[in-house]
């Protein structure tokens, strides 16, 4: 299994002569490096250590040089941490396990250099400071090895140091959300652009479809390199070349990554946890630098609570470009005006957007202090809940991106939190619920406006859930998931609450009776409708609900007949012609009734399939 390791220590302590010595490379790439002996950018060997292929990413220790040095560090889990015996602890060493400890850099072994420029007892002295500067650091129990490069003394001790650290280190994390920071980029004579970097989060092969992100141009795998050789397929906590077509060599940078732009929203805003490291202060104030993975950006800090930081606290983090970056995502502030390494911590909500109304500085702590406290837990099914209870409701494949989830196992994730799911997003319950009595006082006021209508148009529903804060494309399948559940009942083209029906008062009733008699009083020569209300007081929602049940018919546009008419009139012409054909004025002879009610009757019952019509003759069905 290949490991990716990262030198780290103060200018001149022997990082790259020490790489060199163990894998027989140069790690310095440019002429001046070797002609001054100082390492400017990053340099890169490997080497057979143990069961392990050891990528080694050369740091350099100058501070002029520390955001190339921030470059290489930023995706790697692993430190080799240099200290010469002979000078002992440096300000960049300092600084560089500042970096390394900010990062989340938990695995390290430090190799104590030069070691035979000096005798046993400055040896032993060193090997104590060095244990008292790694006090209370992610990596205060490393081993330290005694070592010279010129030598070759401890080189062994140290391969069996760095062995033994990785034997126990866990696999690098595949989470099926590829990401490769672009350290190198370059062209390759009939090849064209070719990037480097240290793969995390999944693997990648020849032929993906990709993106090169903030900017999300699209290109394609050509072709994979690992430490020389051509590979069809590169692993998490690989270093790899990639050959991409689709891409001029300018278009990719140092700070770009290589990913699939679903997968990891471009934030321009974000905000995160940070630790603060001691004596130093986090402020709206000062030209701050933020580095994540091999990315610099200028950016502008608030913090959450208002006030200054100077022990660990939220942040708001606005950038002036762009980055691809997820929840758990680390990163470090650098204050340029001093060029001092000030502070750094874990993206907490990639997609914050603008704060919730009425949520006051308190709150959104409390907030955040809970996605903080799931994201330490690992929990990224619980982050998704909390993601989607702040907003309500959000695009399932955005919050799975900005939770850092796949969209398959965010959709696990969903079920488990009880998320409701429409279409490609989700609704938090609670959010439901809300929406869903929305929807229902909406109709219950409606129903109380006309209590003589079954049902409220759908819009009535609709308008509602989106004052209430539910986004207008949702709206329609909300309600319609709503309807699904039997909070609401569709009726007809309409929506009802489930326990609405109309209901006459006495006065309606008694005017609805006197209608159905006036209307079986004379059953095929009804009065006209119009008479019929004005006569006995009907209103016309008392009518339209009488339609409604099939108590009366329309036949035509100021005139009904009872429903037992339509039978009956058919019953009549049976009983007078039988089998045999009629004409329209025989069916009128047959019902005493005039033309005016005899056409509008006869063409119900050929509607109605009681009557076949040929040309001028009729036979009953």
Not at 91 to 103: G, N, T, Y
Not at 266 to 280: K, N, P, R, S, Y
Not at 331 to 339: D, S, Y
Not at 345 to 368: M, S
Request: with cysteine; glycine share 10%.
């Amino acid at each position: 299994m290949m490991r990716v390791v990262c030198t780290a220590g103060h200018v001149d302590h022997g990082k790259s002569s020490l790489v060199r010595a163990l894998t027989g490379m140069e790690p310095d790439r440019f002429e001046e490096e070797r002609r001054r002996g100082l390492t400017i950018d990053l340099g890169f060997a490997w080497t057979a250590i143990g069961s392990h292929t050891v990528a080694f990413v050369d740091l350099p220790g100058h501070e002029r040089f520390i955001t190339n040095m921030l470059a290489g560090a930023g995706p790697v889990e692993t430190a080799l941490f240099v200290v010469a015996a002979d000078e002992g602890w440096k300000p960049q060493s300092q600084e560089h396990l500042d970096i390394l400890s900010l990062l989340g850099v938990r695995r390290g072994v430090v190799a104590l250099t030069k070691a035979d420029a000096v005798d046993a007892d400055r040896r032993e002295a060193a090997v104590e400071e060095v244990r008292g500067r790694l006090s209370g650091s992610l990596i205060a129990e490393a081993a330290i090895v005694a070592c010279s490069a010129v030598t070759g003394d401890g080189l062994d001790d140290l391969r069996a140091a760095l062995a033994a650290l990785l034997d126990d280190a866990p696999r690098p994390a595949d989470d099926g959300r590829p990401r490769l920071w672009i350290d190198r980029s370059f062209t390759v004579h009939g090849s064209g652009t070719v990037v480097t970097g240290t793969l995390t989060g999944g693997t990648i092969a020849t032929g993906d479809e990709l993106a090169l992100l903030p900017a999300g141009r699209p290109c394609r795998v050509r072709g994979l390199q690992s430490l020389g050789a051509a590979v069809s397929r590169a692993e998490p906590g690989s270093r790899v070349a990639v050959n991409l077509s689709g891409l001029e060599r300018a278009e990719a940078r140092r700070g770009d990554a290589l990913a699939d732009a679903h997968q990891w929203p471009a934030c321009t805003t974000f905000e995160a946890w940070v630790h603060v490291l001691e004596g130093q202060e986090v402020s709206r104030k000062g030209a701050w630098q933020l580095h994540a993975g091999s990315a610099k950006r200028s950016a502008t800090l608030l913090p959450v609570l208002g006030r200054a930081l100077s022990e660990p606290g939220f942040v708001r983090v606005e950038l002036d470009e762009p980055l691809p970056l997820g929840a758990g995502d680390r990163f470090v502030l650098r204050e340029a005006g001093r060029w001092a390494t000030i502070a750094g911590g874990t993206v907490v909500d990639a997609l914050p957007g603008a704060p919730a109304r009425g949520q006051g500085r308190t709150a959104r702590q409390a907030t955040l202090v809970a996605r903080h406290d799931a994201l330490r837990a690992g929990d990224r099914a619980v982050l998704l809940g909390l993601h989607v209870k702040e907003r309500r409701s959000a695009p399932l494949a955005e919050a799975a991106a900005a939770c850092g989830l796949r969209t398959d196992a965010a959709q696990d994730a969903a079920r488990d939190q009880g998320l409701l799911p429409l279409g490609g997003a989700v609704v938090h319950p609670a959010a439901a619920a809300d929406w869903s009595a929305t929807a229902l006082d909406s109709l219950r006021a409606h129903h109380a406006a006309h209590p003589l209508e079954p049902a409220a148009p759908k819009d009535v529903a609709l308008r509602a859930v989106i004052a209430g804060g539910c986004p207008a494309d949702l709206a329609g399948p909300l309600i319609d998931a709503f309807t699904r559940l039997g909070r609401i009942v569709a009726e007809g083209p309409g929506l009802r609450a489930p326990d609405h029906a109309v209901a006459l008062d006495p006065a309606q009733a008694a005017a609805r009776d006197a209608l159905l008699a006036a209307l079986r009083e004379q059953m095929f020569a009804p009065p006209r409708l119009s008479e019929a209300i004005q006569t006995t007081g009907v209103p016309e929602a008392v009518v339209r609900q009488l339609e409604r049940e099939g108590a009366v018919v329309r036949v035509g546009p100021d005139l009904v007949l009872t429903a037992e008419a339509i039978p009956a009139a058919a019953e009549r012409l049976r009983a007078a012609f039988g089998d045999q054909a009629f004409t329209a004025a025989q069916a009128k002879d047959a019902w005493g009734t005039t033309r005016k009610y005899a056409v509008p009757l006869l063409e119900e019952l050929d509607r109605r399939a009681l009557t076949r019509r040929a040309g001028d003759l009729r036979t009953l069905a």
